[in-house]
């Protein structure tokens, strides 16, 4: 495994990260061996949030480390907060001070833990005021309740808003980057171009996160679209599938090693998120970081997945 020193702790974080998620329905023992898996192959890092399963990802995780004493010290923690979900499914974001107090104490109690290794505010609310956010932050990391603080699906703009009155590091920011999803380097191969491929969407947020020295952390880096499915495997990649498999063949790992290997590619302090509920995918997602793809290869899976360079 490779890691990152993360934040102003300068902790150690493995680039691959096990996104949890997607474990509302498995048991305590099914949670406790995947994050064995992980563990034993070196992943030391686990991202959750307060919205997933509306506490319940929370709860079971600290269900896992009250099963297992001490497991808690041998993990870098990460959890989110700032998405509201109402009991009839309205959602909204809110990164009042108020909110984020509460917020980040109810997953600390659902999580049975004193502190999170790592917090995001998990989508911008467009109606935040950065001097009340940089209040929430502030007390929450003096109370040593939150040791570093990020952000995820961040624009520059707002993140330059919140860091200029924001009296804490952010450490992070949590974006979507798979082999399938690049319409942030869309847009940089496109610029200026007449075509739809050149609209910047993200107003340029990589480079900005890479220039800041930021971690740059990718959530669903299997997916294509919004949760649209794993594009490994799928009839709508025949090309991107193909080329994986080959250089998979070449670096003796399997397709989903050689994805995350793309991901973690790019030239910044990069972690790739996994939310897999399997162990045997785990181990396979580790082995991504035994190798490094030539800057052709990177560009082939590009191109692979549909995309077309000017
Ligand atoms: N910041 C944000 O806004 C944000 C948003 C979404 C997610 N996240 C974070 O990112 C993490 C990962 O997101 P994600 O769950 O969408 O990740 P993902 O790894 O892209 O997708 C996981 C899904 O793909 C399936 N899958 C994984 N590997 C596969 C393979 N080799 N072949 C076929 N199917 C495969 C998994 O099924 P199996 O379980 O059967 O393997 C699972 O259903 C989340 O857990 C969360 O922590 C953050």
């Given at each position: 495994m490779r890691?990152i020193?993360?934040?102003?702790?300068k902790?150690?974080?493995?680039?691959?990260?096990i996104?949890?998620?997607?474990?509302k329905?498995?048991?305590?023992?099914?949670?406790?061996?995947?994050?064995?898996a992980?563990l034993?192959?070196?992943?030391?890092a686990?991202?959750?949030?307060?919205?997933?399963?509306?506490?319940?990802?929370?709860?079971?995780?600290?269900?896992?480390?009250?099963a297992n004493?001490?497991?808690?010290?041998?993990?870098?923690?990460?959890?989110?907060?700032?998405?509201?979900k109402?009991?009839?499914?309205f959602?909204w974001?809110?990164?009042?001070?108020?909110?984020?107090?509460?917020?980040v104490d109810?997953?600390l109690?659902?999580?049975?833990?004193?502190?999170?290794?790592s917090?995001?505010l998990?989508?911008?609310?467009?109606?935040?005021e950065?001097?009340?956010v940089g209040e929430?932050?502030?007390?929450?990391?003096?109370?040593?309740?939150?040791?570093?603080?990020?952000?995820?699906?961040?624009?520059?703009?707002?993140?330059?808003r919140l860091?200029?009155?924001?009296?804490?590091?952010?450490?992070?920011?949590?974006?979507?980057?798979?082999?399938?999803?690049?319409p942030?380097?869309n847009?940089?191969?496109?610029?200026n171009m007449e075509?739809?491929a050149a609209?910047m969407?993200?107003?340029g947020?990589?480079?900005c996160?890479?220039?800041r020295?930021?971690?740059?952390?990718?959530?669903?880096?299997?997916?294509?679209g919004?949760?649209?499915g794993?594009f490994?495997?799928?009839?709508k990649?025949?090309?991107?599938?193909?080329?994986?498999?080959?250089?998979?063949?070449?670096?003796?790992v399997?397709p989903?090693?050689?994805?995350?290997?793309?991901?973690?590619?790019?030239?910044?302090k990069?972690?790739?998120v996994i939310?897999?509920?399997?162990?045997?995918?785990?181990?396979?997602?580790?082995?991504?970081?035994?190798?490094?793809?030539?800057?052709?290869?990177?560009?082939?899976?590009?191109c692979?997945?549909?995309?077309?360079?000017?």
């Amino acid at each position: 495994m490779r890691y990152i020193e993360f934040g102003e702790q300068k902790a150690k974080a493995s680039e691959v990260m096990i996104g949890l998620m997607r474990i509302k329905e498995m048991s305590v023992p099914e949670v406790t061996e995947l994050i064995e898996a992980a563990l034993d192959e070196g992943i030391n890092a686990l991202d959750i949030a307060d919205v997933y399963g509306r506490g319940t990802c929370e709860t079971i995780l600290g269900e896992v480390f009250a099963a297992n004493p001490g497991l808690r010290d041998r993990v870098f923690l990460q959890s989110k907060v700032g998405i509201r979900k109402e009991p009839d499914g309205f959602t909204w974001y809110d990164f009042s001070k108020e909110h984020i107090i509460e917020a980040v104490d109810a997953g600390l109690a659902r999580m049975g833990v004193d502190h999170v290794d790592s917090m995001l505010l998990h989508r911008p609310d467009v109606l935040m005021e950065p001097d009340e956010v940089g209040e929430a932050l502030e007390t929450l990391k003096d109370q040593g309740k939150v040791l570093d603080w990020g952000v995820s699906n961040l624009n520059p703009a707002m993140l330059g808003r919140l860091e200029r009155r924001v009296p804490v590091k952010l450490a992070t920011n949590q974006m979507q980057l798979s082999c399938a999803f690049t319409p942030a380097f869309n847009g940089a191969f496109n610029v200026n171009m007449e075509n739809d491929a050149a609209i910047m969407r993200d107003g340029g947020i990589f480079e900005c996160c890479e220039d800041r020295g930021m971690v740059i952390q990718a959530w669903s880096t299997m997916q294509y679209g919004y949760f649209e499915g794993a594009f490994l495997g799928s009839p709508k990649y025949p090309e991107l599938n193909a080329k994986l498999e080959e250089l998979a063949e070449k670096y003796g790992v399997t397709p989903m090693a050689v994805a995350l290997a793309w991901v973690l590619r790019y030239p910044a302090k990069m972690q790739a998120v996994i939310g897999t509920t399997k162990p045997s995918r785990v181990r396979e997602a580790a082995r991504a970081c035994d190798f490094e793809l030539t800057r052709k290869e990177w560009y082939e899976i590009y191109c692979s997945a549909g995309n077309v360079l000017p």
